[in-house]
């Protein structure tokens, strides 16, 4: 039953870590598309700022996952981080037209 128990928990963590990277990926793409600097620069510090809520949230996920669950969501995420990284790829030109602070080109 706890098993049951923390697979929910896990599962609804998860759940809210998606929505913060989505709301990271939005801010990031508003700064990108702002031309105020002062306007990018809060947007930006506000996706930096969901960027660590993402992380922390992670260190849960992974801390409270069975060992065995963590070998198939890592190549899912691998996959993902992989295609978000192809993505932006094409975007990185972009990045340098604006000038993004280090900060933020230097996610990686």
Known sequence: MQNKKN???VGQMIQRCHKWRQKRKQYIDLARQTTDEIER?????TAEHYGRI???EQIKIDSQRDPKDKTAVSEEIAESVENTENADATDSNDDEEI?????????K
Do not use: A, C, K, M
């Open 41 to 45: 620069e809060r947007l930006l510090q």
């Open 7 to 9: 697979q929910t928990s």
């Open 54 to 56: 993402v992380n922390e």
């Open 99 to 107: 000038g993004f602070p280090d900060f933020i080109t230097n996610l």
